[in-house]
């Protein structure tokens, strides 16, 4: 019988190199936004007012590990007196399970899963702030998704008007991959955040983070220069550095699976639809109804003309030019579509979309 499960022949010397979790010791090519991340907590660690930021960019721009190395390397500093709460809101996407998950970080303590008002629970986290007298930084990561359950703004309102009841400082980031949240008045007075930008990274920026990985996560020899090269190009035009890891550990599977010790270009291409797919349902997550219906008629029309685009929307949605431009530039932003000018001639100049796969 064949053994399907030869191990012992894996291409891979260490597979968590290539897991989306994965925390690299040298992270590259962030240290401006990580530096200004630090400026905003630093005073935190001298139980002062943090300062409150907000962190944009598309998915796959570091902006996740960013913060964890910060948080790494602020829990090493002792003595300190600021707490840390981060929240991945993608897994976490009720007001009380937020609140929940800071009052855990906070007392080391599960709060009751209901039977207890959030008035009351804030209250718990406030008085025993105090009593620790120490500040806090919450970080609600993928906070994306509070905006789709239409609670961000009460999250956010209510976690920095604490002070208007308890003498304790409070700091706050929110981490989107779509545009930052429009914020009202009220919102406005109390969060004033500084904007942190992570921009998609450079064609060599890319080539060198994929180099390092497939240097320290697989066997020497396994993965060509022009391998490399390829899966870069594939990254690049997506914006997405996420992507770019996991086509080159699908690629490296797939030539596993053909028992072979070296990546061909059929292994990458075998593995591109699979990794493209798993790249867009990560965005259909954080998409609004009228984003994901703009992006699935951008498919069935394949390139069409804006206008058509925009009847077909209309048609299906209900919804005016407003929504659609609002959805067609986040479909833009995220690289899931291209735009371009054609001259028509006589009939003038169109612009004219096209899905990117």
């Not at 609002?326 to 579509?337: G, T």
Request: with cysteine; net charge positive; proline share 4%.
């Amino acid at each position: 019988m064949t053994n399907f499960l030869a191990w012992e022949q894996t291409l891979f010397r260490d597979r968590e190199i290539f897991d989306f979790g994965y925390i690299p010791e040298e992270f590259l090519y962030r240290e401006t936004q990580m530096k200004s991340i630090g400026y905003a907590i630093a005073p935190g660690i001298q139980g002062e007012q943090p300062q409150n930021i907000v962190c944009v960019g598309p998915p796959g721009t570091g902006k996740t590990t960013s913060f964890k190395k910060i948080i790494e390397q602020a829990e090493q500093i002792s003595p300190s007196n600021l707490i840390l709460a981060y929240v991945n809101c993608r897994y976490t996407q009720t007001h009380y399970s937020v609140l929940a998950e800071v009052y855990k970080k906070m007392t080391g303590i599960e709060p009751p899963t209901s039977g207890i008002a959030l008035k009351k629970l804030y209250e718990k986290l406030a008085q025993t702030l105090v009593a620790k007298n120490k500040s806090m930084f919450v970080i609600l990561d993928d906070a994306d998704f509070l905006v789709l359950r239409k609670i961000f703004h009460d999250v956010v309102n209510n976690f920095l008007r604490l002070y208007e009841e308890y003498p304790l400082s409070i700091g706050l980031s929110t981490v989107h991959s779509s545009q930052c949240p429009s914020h009202d008045e009220g919102l406005n007075s109390v969060f004033m955040p500084t904007v942190i930008k992570f921009p998609s990274y450079s064609w060599d920026e890319t080539f060198d983070i994929l180099d390092r990985r497939v240097k320290i996560g697989l066997y020497p020899n396994v993965v060509k220069n022009d391998i490399i090269e390829k899966i870069t190009g594939y990254a690049v035009s997506r914006g997405d550095i996420r992507f770019a890891i996991d086509l080159l550990k699908r690629s490296v599977i797939n030539a596993e699976k053909r028992a072979s010790t070296i990546i061909e270009f059929t292994d990458v291409e075998t593995a591109l639809t699979d990794a493209s797919d798993e790249r867009m349902k990560r965005y259909l997550k954080i998409f609004t109804d009228s984003e994901t219906a703009l992006l699935s008629l951008a498919s069935e029309m394949g390139t069409s003309q804006a206008g058509d685009l925009f009847n077909a929307f209309h048609k299906r949605t209900r919804k005016g030019y407003t929504t659609f431009h609002k959805a067609l530039n986040k479909l833009v932003n995220a690289k899931l579509v291209d735009t371009y000018i054609e001259n028509r001639g006589k009939n003038g100049r169109t612009r004219v979309i096209a899905v990117t796969r």
